[in-house]
């Protein structure tokens, strides 16, 4: 069972910066996608950014529009995922949750992490 920890989150002004990690343990795989997530208050949840490690799409990152030049996403030993957060706007305040995603024989698994509260504000 995947295990997922998460930290960096908090209150910064509009401008600013903050710097999310994840660190996965138990149950890791050499291939798997790691990511982060977004969930506002009445909304959806979002997919904010993903990084692929391993395989023949190693290093493969995919940025929400709204993201892009923003945020920047990286990883670490397999296992560990940062989001890169600058220029920071009030409607980046979501609870943003850790993900990783291992593919299976038939389909694919999903772990969360427990969240982290992201609040933009003046």
């Known amino acids: 069972q995947v295990q997922l920890e998460e930290s960096g989150g908090g209150l910064v002004q509009p401008g600013g910066s903050l710097r999310l990690s994840c660190v996965a343990s138990?149950?890791?795989?050499?291939?798997?996608?790691m990511g982060w997530y977004r969930q506002a208050p009445g909304k959806q949840r979002e997919l904010v950014a993903s990084?692929?490690?391993?395989?023949?799409?190693?290093?493969?990152v995919i940025y929400a529009d709204s993201v892009k030049g923003r945020f920047t996403i990286s990883g670490e030993n397999g296992n560990t995922v940062y989001l890169q957060m600058n220029n920071l706007k009030p409607e980046d305040t979501a609870v943003y949750y850790c993900?990783?995603?291992?593919?299976?024989?038939?389909?694919?698994?999903?772990?969360w992490g427990q969240g982290t509260q992201v609040t933009v504000s003046s």
């Open positions: 993900n990783v995603n291992r593919p299976l024989p038939t389909g694919s698994v999903n772990y």
């Open positions: 990084i692929r490690q391993g395989g023949s799409r190693d290093g493969r």
């Open positions: 138990g149950g890791m795989a050499s291939l798997n996608t």
